[in-house]
């Protein structure tokens, strides 16, 4: 007697809920497979250009084992060491929204050393050490005009910069206990100055910075588990419908913008800007909103990084401070042109909430620097008296000018030295 093939249209007709169940785990079986070749073999094969590689690294696409510039102690990137100086351009908010300026601001970058920051000399030939992002490397002004440039240069004091966009709070304290307590004593990596001064942006250290760093610590437990929630492929999915949508990317060489804007474009302010242009403040501000995201988790990791960064500094005999650079949109809120913004755009009617909140979490870090015991500058109220502030920030950019980089670098001075800043009418760097 004939026995039908299993799984053949014959014997699926008759146990067609077997069928269904099997075909989909296998298909279920085949995707798991398909992520985990996403996840760790597709980044081996180079078939993106760098900054879509670069991207999916940060969509959590790809292994970040297989990017050699990730380090699994910061649980971040650093940039390949040895690279030569580059030139960039401060202009990140106008291509968020599509727009490509011809003559954007450039910025020089200088070469990166043996530890891949933007270093001419070792940690252990500073006397200063200054841990932050890329507000601390100089995106918006390029090396030599950044913060810890100008420090050196207005002190004499030999610095080094251990910085990179995308750090946050708990990754400067692994770069603190990474340069201190576990680099050997002598060795070129280990910073043995006298004092720690630490960059803190509220924009981003006290948001997306400590989610993204939970979530990497997170997947370092998932293991395997990761591909049987198809983790690298919904990621995949994400990243693709972003780049349609253009979110964070720009779609056209235009004068206009290619996205909508909500009103975050163009901000006229009644006080003189950079190059007369009007601001746009970049999408990530549209996060501020509404800010249920922060809460007691929340709080307890920025107390915890806080506390070990003070730990580590007293362990150390190192002075430790800290900065707290306030974003352009809480300075600027009471310099905007309201006549020249729509009314009805989103921008008008919510802008006042993204400020208090973003003061909120400013007075949280305050508060919480103070339980601490932490030596600190809190910037806002120098660039808030000061008739300059529409040149601190660049209207292209997130980041501050390099006259906003020289107002902070003297504050710190002063700051340390015992003295009193007056920043009505800060004076710009020299050439």
Avoid at 58 to 78: I, M, Q
Avoid at 87 to 101: C, E, K, N, P, Q
Avoid at 145 to 151: D, G, H, R, W
Avoid at 301 to 322: C, K, N, Q
């Amino acid at each position: 007697m004939h026995t039908p093939f299993p799984f053949s249209p014959a014997y699926c007709r008759r146990h067609r809920a077997l069928c269904l169940l099997l075909f989909a785990a296998t298909l279920y079986l085949a995707l798991v497979a398909l992520d985990a070749c996403v996840y760790g073999v597709l980044p081996r094969l180079g078939l993106f250009g760098e900054k879509h590689r670069e991207l999916l690294y940060s969509y959590g696409v790809y292994d970040p084992a297989t990017n050699p510039r990730y380090r699994p102690w910061l649980h971040g990137y650093v940039n390949a060491p040895g690279l030569p100086p580059h030139r960039g351009t401060a202009d990140d908010a106008y291509r968020a929204y599509g727009m490509y300026l011809p003559d954007a601001p450039a910025v020089d970058v200088s070469g990166t050393d043996a530890l891949g920051w933007w270093n001419d000399r070792m940690p252990r030939d500073a006397r200063t050490l200054f841990i932050g992002d890329s507000f601390c490397y100089g995106a918006g002004s390029g090396t030599a005009q950044s913060i810890p440039a100008l420090y050196e240069k207005h002190t004499g004091q030999p610095v080094y910069a251990a910085c990179k966009n995308g750090y946050g709070l708990p990754q400067y304290r692994d770069i603190l206990r990474r340069l201190t307590a576990d680099a050997p004593a002598g060795s070129p990596g280990h910073f043995a100055g006298d004092t720690v001064i630490v960059l803190v942006y509220v924009g981003n250290d006290m948001a997306a910075d400590l989610f993204v760093y939970r979530g990497r610590l997170a997947e370092e437990h998932l293991g395997i588990a990761r591909h049987f929630r198809l983790t690298s492929l919904r990621r995949l999915c994400r990243y693709l419908r972003d780049a349609l949508r253009g979110e964070g990317i720009a779609l056209a060489a235009a004068p206009a913008p290619a996205v909508a804007t909500h009103g975050y474009y163009p901000v006229p302010l009644t006080v003189p800007t950079e190059r007369g242009l009007p601001f746009a403040f970049h999408p990530f501000y549209r996060s501020f909103l509404d800010t249920a995201w922060f809460g007691p988790p929340e709080e307890r990791d920025v107390r915890a990084a806080l506390s070990d960064m003070r730990r580590l500094a007293e362990g150390a005999g190192l002075h430790l401070f800290v900065v707290v650079l306030p974003t352009a949109l809480q300075v600027l809120y009471p310099r905007i042109d309201w006549n020249a913004v729509p009314r009805r755009s989103e921008f008008a009617m919510k802008a006042a909430d993204a400020v208090r909140n973003l003061n909120a979490l400013t007075a949280t870090l305050l508060e919480q620097l103070k339980e601490t015991g932490i030596p600190h500058l809190d910037m806002e109220p120098f660039f808030m008296s000061s008739p300059d502030a529409g040149r601190f920030y660049w209207p292209t950019d997130t980041h501050l000018t390099p006259r906003g980089n020289a107002a902070v670098a003297q504050a710190i001075e002063v700051a340390l030295s015992g003295g009193h800043a007056d920043f009505s009418t800060p004076s710009p760097p020299a050439p």
